[in-house]
């Protein structure tokens, strides 16, 4: 048994749920076919099995030293990120015409989860150099994308992202970092910046980072900020690696998690000129990153669905061979001890991973698939509904796994009992890792503001009533035998319809947004509720009479009907808060909280 | 501000909610009024405070080494235990007679819980050497008190708890340590022990090792289990410590919490004779046990809640001082960022883990009493009503705040955002402890067991009746401000009451069991509510004029507001699962969890 991907699930949520092969139809991937990506994943799968896997929990022990102002990681990183590079699998997803292989984002996504699942911040340099090559691809000058994303393809040159500052996390207005025109056409960057995952490693030949920084005269606030490639090393007119261009690592940040993917504190233009190139137009840096988040926030959420499907592959086979006691009408204590499986409590814990986790990826497949679409969609009416189908979903996607697929992290160390409690077990370590996710790339409170306060808000609910639409459209295809289902899908949908509406008319906007992160939950466990009912709908159609896929089905039925029976009815409670606008939380005074 | 206690809220948990002053009326707590209790915290705070605490994070940074067969800890937690002991501390809970100060354990578990909030770790070794020393109390003959009870009261000698084995954590009744008479009225001791925490430390000049074994004429299962005295270093009779008793380290575990205080493996008599001393009868171990088990299992809990309460502390300290972004209305990023705790959200986290914390320590004081009432307690009806009472919460007490005060260390991360995931900033590590908590001392799920299994069951369900007793008549003295809260109180324990009776008529004993753990949870939801009814109608009778005691008191009232709008909506799905009998879980076959 896998410890870092189900095969299985991967075929029947990308072809089976989804239709995927329905892109290869398309100009754009008409060169890929479901055999050419099964190959694909055949050999990611063996990469990541042999060379990510088996270093997870030693890289996990030997995080990162700061040694004469780098970040020296233990070789078998710069090892495992070169094998991957020779593979090809960095070209992946960028466009054919810059070098790249094309490939859907939905099918790209499963197969780097397999890296994820192995060796979570191994994959983080990957996913951060094809988010900051994605960028450079879309806003960059001709010769921009020239110099800088042949070697971030070819995963020689890596990527990071330079947006927080110590005294600017969520709050992007405040940063201080500076431009300076030099007078040339490229600008003097001065300033600091914090949580700069991947920054100053030993690995790579170069760093791209991709800066937000003030230029000198503009205007206060988040409309004033502008974006800058800032290359470690200096790049001449022909692509050659300079000189340093003084930027510093000012310190490592020590970390619960990911610990294997440094985190620094970079100094820019301290010691010396540090050379940033604008990118695009000045003041519309924060449009930009706005533009890529929607494909960060997804891999977020990716990576919080993986810890979750490490954690509960690894629990589930620790379950089927550690014996400890007996069924609870069995008095015989000789009776030989049984897998810990056969305890019902034990199953539930198993059951409740299997829900998060393969709603979760449910969830964030239905997005990829979006993103993919949206590339080949030609009807503009279509377009339109896509677009908002993926806003609305996005701070779902990034939130919902990273909060459920933590919750799943955790009853996989309780399967495992103190086993699970220690290092000798990796369950510990996921559940590390995954606390990082509702924390960066906006927070979960940040996700909450941005549903509520903004998504189904924008275009007089638009997008929202295409969500509902979608959600009615299951419901009503949806067979008899599904009738309790689809009646508390229809009851939830209900419920989300009046504490929305009620949100929405509430004019002060800080009461509105008040429990703007219980929303989000709820909205999300409605959605996966959905998505596990098209699951469930899918599977119902497929009795195949052979035994291992009929179990495969059958425990497909069993997680959907888990999530409606155990799951969805939380949602309840929650919207009544939003519904009456429940105002504890705004009424509760500062000093309230100690007193005396 | 306090990081590790809040005065004012013991000072209204104990005196005001829970009147422990009328301890003091009776014989055996004559000689402590509230003056003396005070003079005893403020020891308490300043030791913990200025010894506990400051090494807190260093020691999770330095765990145990192995060193010549001995678990070896930094020097400083000899140190902080040294001075517990000369302070008197260890002596605080036990009998006048004994050499004890006999003080009530409510105001002990008060008193140690600033130990522990400061540093959870050592005050572990304090909570296993006094758990030993009051089971050697109950059931030592009189020689083997006299010869170890008085250096563990003085705190020269430590004790551990030597139940689990690698093949026998929750099912106990699989030991394979053995005790083999030595014809001199003393066993050979030879088996492995698993999870032994204080295990061959470093630190105290002997270790009593209370062990589990079985008699080689032993029958199976749990009733062949006896209790033994194993000394570390021999003792002779009078006193005297002697040769090694061949106890061997045989590792330590390495643990992702809880890392200051050792947790090793234990081989006995592999190497020489390990003389051990049956306590007690032979076979009757697990009863003795048991027995103990109460006090045990309720300091567990107040341990998880000592470490939800530096977590909520930090992260309260933490919200008032840290500016980030502006208020949502607020459109001129000009203006200065405001402290977080202004953000609705961040207040919604800082009163989750108040009610938490709050409720989870009304909860241990409330079953701290109940021990202390049973002591001096001379009606037997009254006395019968009271032991009920705590055989029932028992398993709540451990389990409720293991479970959500874990959940408030989640949040206090959360308000830290990115620092509160560096090992820069305690509040990772206080997670990382109390993720131990669900799993010791009987997992979560065997507290489930214990509860629907055979609590509520005991007796035709009289202790369920004492309960619900105890919850109306609070109801009843409520007053109408607090209409709300009775009939959503009332409503709750409808549904308790529909689903208990449902599970107890349900003769597949495994199908009854089947959600046993969410029965659980919603149970101490259910308590916790009725606990923070109790302090609202308290604060309520309060309105001092001090504007610190106003806000107090206020407060407590929105906190209770908060349990009763968004905690305890909750339990109503869940109980609807168990009157149902749902048998999701049950009907989930091994393969179905994967198939293909």
């Not at 949520?13 to 991937?29: A, C, H, M, P, W």
């Not at 679409?373 to 009807?379: A, G, H, N, V």
């Not at 009503?476 to 035998?481: F, K, N, Q, V, Y």
């Not at 939380?585 to 005396?596: N, R």
């Amino acid at each position: 048994m896998s410890m870092i991907v189900n095969r299985r699930d991967l075929e029947f949520q990308l072809y089976e749920v989804l239709g995927i092969d329905s892109l290869f139809k398309s100009t754009r991937y008409a060169s890929f076919d479901r055999e050419l990506i099964d190959e694909m994943f055949n050999a990611a799968e063996t990469l990541a099995e042999e060379v990510f896997l088996p270093f997870a929990d030693q890289l996990d022990a030997n995080e990162p030293r700061f040694e004469n102002g780098t970040a020296v990681c233990i070789p078998e990183v710069k090892a495992a990120l070169d094998a991957y590079a020779e593979s090809g699998f960095f070209a992946a997803g960028f466009d054919a015409d810059i070098g790249g292989l094309q490939m859907p984002y939905v099918a790209q996504a499963a197969m780097n989860g397999m890296f994820s699942a192995a060796n979570g911040p191994v994959y983080g340099f990957v996913m951060l150099t094809t988010a900051a090559a994605n960028m450079l691809n879309a806003f960059g000058s001709d010769e921009q994308k020239a110099l800088y994303l042949p070697p971030m393809i070819e995963g020689r040159w890596f990527g990071t992202m330079c947006l927080s500052e110590t005294q600017a996390g969520s709050s992007l207005s405040d940063i201080r970092t500076r431009a300076q025109p030099r007078g040339d056409g490229a600008y003097n960057i001065t300033g600091t910046k914090m949580w700069i995952s991947g920054g100053e490693n030993n690995i790579c030949e170069n760093i791209v980072h991709m800066v937000l920084a003030k230029l000198t005269d503009a205007s206060p606030g988040v409309k004033g900020i502008s974006l800058f490639i800032v290359p470690k090393l200096r790049v001449d007119e022909s692509g050659n690696v300079g000189e340093h261009n003084h930027i510093v690592l000012a310190g490592l940040n020590h970390k619960m998690g990911q610990r294997g993917i440094p985190n620094t504190l970079l100094n820019f233009g301290e010691s010396g000129d540090c050379i940033g190139h604008l990118v695009g137009k000045p003041h519309e840096g924060l449009r930009y990153m706005f533009h890529m988040m929607n494909e960060a926030r997804i891999a977020i959420g990716q990576g919080a669905v993986m810890s979750g499907l490490a954690g509960y592959l690894f629990s589930l086979d620790y379950a089927q061979h550690r014996p400890q006691g007996r069924h609870p009408q069995n008095k015989n204590p000789e009776s030989p001890q049984i897998p810990i499986i056969e305890h019902a409590d034990v199953r539930r814990m198993l059951l409740a991973q299997k829900a998060s986790v393969e709603g979760g990826q449910a969830l964030i497949f239905y997005c990829c698939l979006l993103v993919d679409q949206l590339k080949i969609e030609t009807d503009s009416n279509e377009r339109q509904r896509m677009h908002l189908l993926l806003e609305l979903l996005t701070p779902i996607a990034k939130s919902w796994p990273s909060e459920f697929c933590l919750e799943a992290n955790k009853l996989a160390i309780q399967v495992l009992g103190g086993y699970g409690y220690t290092h000798d077990y990796p369950v510990e370590r996921f559940y590390r890792d995954n606390r990082l996710n509702p924390i960066h790339e906006g927070s979960h409170g940040i996700q909450g503001i941005d549903l509520l306060g903004r998504k189904v808000a924008m275009l007089n609910g638009e997008a929202f009533d295409v969500l509902l639409e979608e959600i009615r459209q299951t419901i009503a295809s949806a067979g008899d035998e599904f009738a309790k289902e689809k009646q508390a899908l229809q009851d939830a949908l209900g419920a989300l319809k009046t504490a929305t509406a009620a949100a929405l008319a509430c004019t002060d906007i800080s009461q509105r947004l008040a429990n703007a992160t219980l929303y989000l939950d709820a909205c999300g466990h409605i959605v996966v509720a959905w998505l596990w009912l098209r699951q469930a709908v899918t599977a119902s159609a497929k009795g195949s009479g052979i035994a291992a896929d009929d179990a495969f089905y059958a425990g497909k039925q069993k997680a959907a009907r888990y999530f409606f029976r155990y799951e969805l009815p939380k949602v309840f409670a929650t919207l009544d808060l939003i519904a009456t606008l429940d105002r504890t939380v705004m009424d509760m005074a500062v000093p309230e909280f100690i007193g005396g």
